[in-house]
């Protein structure tokens, strides 16, 4: 399951959903002052320190650069096993 916590006007929080929906990976939403509040997400992910947060099953894995390079992995991991059963 991805979490992402974003906020208004965040240029990597909407890079971070297009990515996603492109690729066909369900993840959730939650918005700043909405769904959360900056002071919970702090106490929940104290070493964010930029948005969006990005929480995979459960833990923070850091914002949209550690979410592509995290799903390029998973795509090369895939080829890699694809590759070995042929």
Not at 10 to 21: D, P, Y
Not at 70 to 85: C, M, S
Request: one cysteine or more.
């Amino acid at each position: 399951m991805i979490e992402i916590y974003s906020k208004q006007n965040c240029i990597f929080c909407e890079r971070a959903k297009v990515l996603l929906r492109d690729r066909q990976v369900p993840f959730i939403e939650h918005k700043l002052n909405v769904d959360f509040t900056k002071e919970v997400l702090m106490e929940r992910y104290s070493n964010a320190t930029t948005f969006p947060v990005i929480v995979v099953d459960g833990f923070h894995i850091g914002g949209y650069d550690q979410l592509l390079v995290r799903l390029n992995e998973e795509i090369q991991n895939t080829k890699k096993l694809l590759n070995e059963g042929v």
